[in-house]
């Protein structure tokens, strides 16, 4: 069990460029998180997979973000257009079924767009 | 909308000590909850459990409390060690709802 794995571990870009992160799940877990994590602020939601569907996204999520799972194992989170409001910690999380499973998370990706 | 509350920014206590960790929803709909521990530069780490049927999970020293009328659930860590000071998330989810809350976190200083 290698863990959740999140690349890169950070970012740095300027205003209105375009980023992708990466995550790799855990190998047996079918679920997949995208979160956003401020400082002080808990973990926020973002979006959710079951293999490669993509079953839920919140209001958050503004259309410059799209994340993709293509073949249920590892996922991309891309964002378009970036803004300041963008810095932040980008966490990954899998788990398994049923739906009281704990997630487990990433070291995740952190993003300060300048 | 804060449906996961952590009040208590940051916590001190002495080694060897209680800690107590404190967590209140407004979501009667949540049904599993979670504690995780972050350390820095580290992504959350699940810590433990406790499910909606039951009022108390324990493994260690960590114990899990679920009030499910006062919609209340803590944290007890005892004996509190060092390696123990963190960042500690509370967490609660509904089993139709992929949505996992988190509460702001609360940071834990254990002293030697």
């Known amino acids: 069990d290698t863990g959740v794995s999140q690349n890169p571990r950070h970012k740095i870009t300027k205003r209105g460029q375009n980023v992708t992160f990466r995550c790799d799940p855990i190998?047996?877990?079918?679920?997949l998180y995208w979160y956003r994590q401020t400082l002080g602020q808990g973990p926020e939601f973002l979006t959710y997979?079951?293999?490669?569907?993509?079953?839920?996204k919140s209001r958050l999520l503004s259309d410059r973000f799209s994340a993709e799972r293509p073949k249920g194992s590892f996922s991309t989170l891309e964002i378009q257009r970036t803004e300041q409001g963008d810095s932040a910690m980008y966490l990954c999380?899998?788990?398994?079924?049923?739906?009281?499973?704990?997630?487990?998370f990433g070291n995740g990706t952190r993003l300060t767009v300048t | 909308d804060q449906q996961v509350k952590q009040n208590s920014p940051s916590l001190s206590v002495q080694e060897g000590r209680i800690s107590i960790l404190n967590c209140d929803y407004t979501?009667?709909?949540?049904?599993?909850f979670l504690w995780y521990k972050k350390y820095p530069a580290e992504g959350p780490t699940f810590l433990i459990s406790?499910?909606?049927?039951?009022d108390k999970n324990e493994d260690g020293r960590f114990t899990v409390f679920l009030n499910k009328s006062a919609k209340h659930l803590s944290l007890h860590i005892v004996p509190s060690q060092p390696g123990d000071s963190a960042v500690y998330f509370c967490?609660?989810?509904?089993?139709?709802?992929?949505?996992?809350?988190f509460g702001a976190g609360t940071r834990l200083t254990v002293k030697p």
């Open positions: 979501n009667s709909m949540f049904d599993y």
């Open positions: 967490a609660a989810s509904a089993r139709n709802n992929n949505d996992m809350r």
């Open positions: 406790i499910s909606s049927i039951k």
């Open positions: 997979f079951q293999n490669e569907a993509q079953l839920e």
């Open positions: 190998s047996e877990h079918n679920r």
């Open positions: 999380a899998s788990s398994l079924n049923p739906s009281l499973s704990p997630l487990h």
